[in-house]
T-cell receptor, first 113, second 111 residues
Framework: KAGVTQTPRYLIKTRGQQVTLSCSPI?????VSWYQQTPGQGLQFLFE???????NKGNFPGRFSGRQFSNSRSEMNVSTLELGDSALYLC????????????FGSGTQLSVL | DAKTTQPTSMDCAEGRAANLPCNHS???????VYWYRQIHSQGPQYIIH???NNETNEMASLIITEDRKSSTLILPHATLRDTAVYYC????????????FGKGTTLSVSS
């Protein structure tokens, strides 16, 4: 069974631009979560989607948004990029998003210049 | 904020057992204890989780104290590939609940 796939693996953008990251969960998984990882703040929760609905949201500005499609694939978008948005963005999937384990992808490394 | 306290770093000799402690003194009755690890530049990897009973799988054992205020992750025979940051997380049994990661413990396994 294929794991969680995130594309692209690396991305370079400039301030003010917007970016869209993609996550394909494990087949059959309906919950997708997104996390941001930086050296200073560590791993921080962005949001979680289940059956195309956002079920939980972390403490991030409205520039960060996401969506989930009917096939459970998910995208996250960051508008008006700032230097501080440079980070590793990780996606995780699980069957129902309750107590079962999460499977993480390898992440998208975003650099904002 | 993370609800757990872990040592910043630990060392272990290859082949020996690695015992990683975690304090979660404010844990609630419906919160599970999870352990994940992250090897450099990769996404976190699930290791094990439990509610109140000790758990064992092919990767590790989880020992939870009777009062549930602390736990220990045991890697029975550490290898160099077990060098990673280990995160202890408490998470409620509720749909959509996020994993709140703390700083974790950096485990260094040496030969």
């Amino acid at each position: 069974k294929a794991g969680v796939t995130q594309t692209p693996r690396y991305l370079i953008k400039t301030r003010g631009q917007q970016v869209t990251l993609s996550c394909s969960p494990i087949s059959g998984h309906r919950s997708v979560s997104w996390y941001q990882q930086t050296p200073g703040q560590g791993l921080q929760f962005l949001f979680e989607y289940f059956s195309e609905t956002q079920r939980n949201k972390g403490n991030f500005p409205g520039r960060f948004s996401g969506r989930q499609f009917s096939n459970s694939r998910s995208e996250m978008n960051v508008s008006t990029l700032e230097l501080g948005d440079s980070a590793l963005y990780l996606c995780a999937s699980s069957l129902q998003g309750t107590t079962e384990k999460l499977f993480f992808g390898s992440g998208t490394q975003l650099s904002v210049l | 904020d993370a609800k757990t306290t872990q040592p910043t770093s630990m060392d272990c000799a290859e082949g020996r057992a690695a015992n990683l402690p975690c304090n979660h003194s404010t844990i609630s009755g419906n919160e599970y204890v999870y352990w994940y690890r992250q090897i450099h530049s990769q996404g976190p990897q699930y290791i094990i989780h439990g509610l109140k009973n000790n758990e064992t799988n092919e990767m590790a054992s989880l020992i939870i104290t009777e009062d549930r205020k602390s736990s220990t992750l045991i890697l029975p025979h550490a290898t160099l590939r077990d060098t990673a940051v280990y995160y202890c997380i408490v998470r409620a049994d509720q749909a959509g609940t996020a994993l709140i990661f703390g700083k974790g413990t950096t485990l260094s396994v040496s030969s």
